[in-house]
T-cell receptor, first 108, second 110 residues
């Protein structure tokens, strides 16, 4: 089983829709969690950290479920500029482990 | 302007040659990292350094070497021993848990 698993997609979603995707992790000792965004042929950029109580940043909401070992990302009122690959990242003993990413395309 | 720079953006080499990729940061971060990314795969950790003059192997260190003589700089050498060196190489730095990435170097070895 991979340490961090994501559905690779692609998810094609109309502009304005709400989209959500999950990521599961296998190591219960995982300490912290992040979502990164990566545009085609560019570096990953930190989108948001994921806190136990859940957190929101504008149209983006991240949640953590430690019991079921998954994190989620919800994007509301999606924009064309949200088209990217979203990487789920887990910190295990100080090392970051990256999922392979979920590819999202917002359609006009 | 604070950030991480990597140069060059594109690098082409012949098989059998060693090549060194540059990574510089002016964020005053203690830790620096090298990853490679291949199509359809997640980032894989090559080497990391949490303090000057010290570094550790990551998951795929074979065929690579690094040095950390200055806090700002963490160059990566891809040696001829690396079997599949063609990839997108990303350098990152961090002070706490979050890592910030440079723009990457695309290395093609033919």
């Amino acid at each position: 089983r991979k340490e961090v698993e994501q559905d690779p997609g692609p998810f094609n979603v109309p502009e304005g829709a709400t989209v959500a995707f999950n990521c599961t992790y296998s190591n219960s000792a995982s300490q912290s969690f992040f979502w990164y965004r990566q545009d085609c042929r560019k570096e990953p950029k930190l989108l948001m950290s994921v806190y136990s109580s859940g957190n929101e940043d504008g149209r983006f909401t991240a949640q953590l479920n430690r019991a079921s070992q998954y994190i989620s990302l919800l994007i509301r009122d999606s924009k064309l500029s949200d088209s990217a690959t979203y990487l789920c990242v887990v910190n295990i003993a100080g090392k970051l482990t990256f999922g392979t990413g979920t590819r999202l395309t917002i359609i006009p | 302007d604070g950030g991480i720079t990597q140069s060059p953006k594109y690098l082409f080499r012949k098989e059998g040659q060693n090549v060194t990729l540059s990574c510089e940061q002016n964020l005053n971060h203690d830790a620096m990292y090298w990853y490679r990314q291949d199509p359809g795969q997640g980032l894989r950790l090559i080497y990391y350094s949490q303090i000057v003059n010290d570094f550790q192997k990551g998951d795929i260190a074979e065929g690579y070497s690094v040095s950390r003589e200055k806090k700002e700089s963490f160059p990566l050498t891809v040696t001829s021993a690396q079997k599949n060196p063609t990839a997108f190489y990303l350098c990152a730095s961090s002070n706490l848990a979050e890592q910030y990435f440079g723009p990457g170097t695309r290395l093609t070895v033919t």
